[in-house]
């Protein structure tokens, strides 16, 4: 389901089974966003 050339997911245990793929890549995206745009 989750692609392996993810390592971060990987060697993370789907301890959220409940959070929809869509959000959690919304979630990541933003947070990536926010995180360019404080510097």
């Known amino acids: 389901m989750l692609p392996t050339a993810w390592p971060v997911f990987d060697s993370l245990p789907l301890v959220t089974p409940s959070i929809p793929l869509g ?12 995180r360019n745009r404080s510097l």
């Open 23 to 34: 959000k959690l890549s919304s979630w990541l995206y933003n947070s990536e966003c926010n």
